[in-house]
T-cell receptor
């Protein structure tokens, strides 16, 4: 099983809402990632978790708050977002953050901020 | 800072043709290179992973080569099919301090016409 699942598939939220994105994998991977992808652009790394600890934060605004409650689950909590935060949010995982391992991506959550 | 360039930005070919997609990167100190496929509005599917010590990898009709010293990789697709139509992304893994980071190119949009 090389599947990374993400819920919801689509999310529309107002600028004052609080919502969460969820990502799950059952491959025993110990590294998990959040990426943001704007239309017609490549994915950009936001956060990396290694063994449930945050190891990279790519200077992401605090209105995005990641959480890794266990080795299979990764959440992204959203609060007071701006319309320019509308994008496809992709989750990925790899065995570890070691250089020999490929990253497996989920299908993404399409977020629209109104 | 690593920069990844993919040429061409778009390619349209008739079914059955063999084709080559190009990827170049500015910092040759990479650990690996991954080729991904992305269908419109979907997540990324990993196609091939080449470690920095390898010269090429093959999977079915796909063959990827890597020339690390010159900062280039190619993805060769044999006997293209309409189902190959998608955006193809190249990504390289570099060291960012004590962590590793995947940097993506902007992709090549491939259309295979029946």
């Amino acid at each position: 099983d090389t599947e990374v699942t993400q819920t919801p598939k689509h999310l529309v939220m107002g600028m004052t809402n609080k919502k969460s994105l969820k990502c799950e994998q059952h491959m025993g991977h110990r590294a998990m990632y959040w990426y943001k992808q704007k239309a017609k652009k490549p994915p950009e790394l936001m956060f990396v978790y290694s063994y449930e600890k945050l190891s990279i934060n790519e200077s992401v605004p605090s209105r995005f708050s990641p959480e890794c409650p266990n080795s299979s689950l990764l959440n992204l909590h959203l609060h007071a977002l701006q319309p320019e935060d509308s994008a496809l949010y992709l989750c990925a995982s790899s065995q570890t953050t070691g250089t020999q391992y490929e990253q497996y991506f989920g299908p993404g959550t399409r977020l629209t901020v109104t | 800072k690593q920069e990844v360039t993919q040429i061409p930005a778009a390619l349209s070919v008739p079914e059955g043709e063999n084709l080559v997609l190009n990827c170049s990167f500015t910092d040759s100190a990479i650990y690996n290179l991954q080729w991904f496929r992305q269908d419109p509005g979907k997540g990324l599917t990993s196609l091939l992973l080449i470690q920095s010590s390898q010269r090429e990898q093959t999977s079915g009709r796909l063959n990827a080569s890597l020339d690390k010293s010159s900062g280039r990789s190619t993805l060769y697709i044999a006997a293209s099919q309409p189902g190959d139509s998608a955006t193809y992304l190249c990504a390289v893994l570099n060291s960012g301090g004590s962590n590793y980071k995947l940097t993506f190119g902007k992709g090549t949009l491939l259309t295979v016409n029946p």
